[in-house]
């Protein structure tokens, strides 16, 4: 069974910095797309950033140039670098693997939380 674990969450002040990391396991290799959503309360989830199995990056205007996305394919793990945190990045962030056609697979972590206080 595919599992996706995120860590690094936690509280952390306005402008600090974070690293989240999410490893999947349980069989699953050479994932095509992993990312990253975040939800805040009362809001709808939305994605933060995603990279391709080679390398391409998309990131939400909201956090270009503070977030960065990483993967270790040999890991099948996916990071993500949090710079300069504001009170609005304050979300559950989950961890997401998806596979393209022919595979059309799409899992997700369980979410972990970042808090940002002013």
């Known amino acids: 069974q595919v599992q996706l674990v995120e860590s690094g969450g936690g509280l952390v002040q306005a402008g600090g910095s974070l690293r989240l990391s999410c490893a999947a396991s349980?069989?699953?290799?050479?994932?095509?797309?992993m990312g990253w959503y975040r939800q805040a309360p009362g809001k709808q989830r939305e994605l933060v950033a995603l990279?391709?199995?080679?390398?391409?990056?998309n990131y939400a205007d909201s956090v270009k140039g503070r977030f960065t996305i990483s993967r270790d394919n040999a890991k099948n793990t996916v990071y993500l670098q949090i710079h300069s945190l504001k009170p609005e990045d304050t979300a559950v962030y989950y961890c997401?693997?998806?596979?393209?056609?022919?595979?059309?697979?799409?899992?997700w972590g369980q979410g972990t939380q970042v808090t940002v206080s002013s």
């Open positions: 349980g069989g699953i290799a050479n994932i095509n797309i």
């Open positions: 997401n693997a998806r596979g393209l056609s022919p595979y059309n697979y799409n899992y």
């Open positions: 990279i391709t199995s080679d390398g391409f990056t």
